[in-house]
């Protein structure tokens, strides 16, 4: 079964530093989403690409926080400097365009721990 | 006012009874109505969606829909151990089908 890959699974680090988040998903599907779960809450909407093109980026926080995808296929997640607020667990998603269920596809996810 | 609005719980129901879960929302616009499951440190995955008012049943499963008072709820009958998990309401925001909003969620515990 066609799965949404991301990684890392787990990623440390200090404040300050940067960190990236890749995304592979589903063949066939052209809309591709970065959510962002803070533990106990549910997750929030990061961006929204349909292809290469971002549809939605408005909770996406610009100053430190940039996502593409180049080729509309994989995407990458960067944040940079990290501070101790983001750590979460970022949630990559895809779907078919052409759904009519608008199911959403979940990866597993990646779990960032800022110290 | 929250998008999407649920209570976090947690919710603790005994083994082989209906398990209710509540959601409201706030876009009147709103067509399309989800609820995902979530085990902890998982991903969410879909187990319903409904698009007009009533109820629509898929096994232990019922999802609910009143458009008029802006809720959507699920019942699980027979709960199940196994169904102890976060369950996430989402509805599709301004962007249309294929743009979610999810609500806090709410944590069910099935007591065997």
């Known amino acids: 079964e066609a799965e949404v890959a991301q990684s890392p699974r787990y990623k440390i680090t200090e404040k300050s530093q940067a960190v990236a988040f890749w995304c592979d998903p589903i063949?066939?599907?052209?809309?591709l989403y970065w959510y962002r779960q803070i533990l106990g809450q549910g997750p929030e909407l990061l961006v929204q690409?349909?292809?290469?093109?971002?549809?939605?980026d408005s909770q996406l926080p610009k100053d430190r926080f940039s996502a593409e995808r180049l080729k509309g296929v994989d995407s990458t997640l960067k944040i940079q400097p990290a501070e101790l607020g983001d750590s979460a667990m970022y949630l990559c998603?895809?779907?078919?365009?052409?759904?009519?269920?608008?199911?959403?596809?979940f990866g597993e996810g990646s779990r960032l721990t800022v110290l | 006012q929250k998008e999407v609005e649920q209570n976090s719980g947690p919710l603790s129901v005994p083994e082989g009874a209906i398990a209710s879960l509540n959601c409201t929302y706030s876009?009147?616009?709103?067509?399309?109505f989800f609820w995902y499951r979530q085990y902890s440190g998982k991903s969410p995955e879909l187990i319903m969606f409904?698009?007009?008012?009533g109820d629509k049943e898929d096994g232990r499963f019922t999802a609910q829909l009143n458009k008029a008072s802006q809720y959507v709820s699920l019942l699980i009958r027979d709960s199940q151990p196994s169904d102890s998990a976060t369950y996430l309401c989402a509805v599709n925001g301004k962007g249309g089908a294929q743009k979610l909003v999810f609500g806090q969620g709410t944590r069910l515990t099935i007591n065997p």
């Open positions: 409904i698009y007009s008012n």
């Open positions: 998603a895809s779907s078919y365009s052409g759904s009519n269920t608008g199911e959403l596809f």
């Open positions: 690409f349909q292809d290469e093109s971002v549809v939605d």
């Open positions: 063949s066939g599907h052209a809309t």
């Open positions: 876009d009147r616009g709103s067509q399309s």
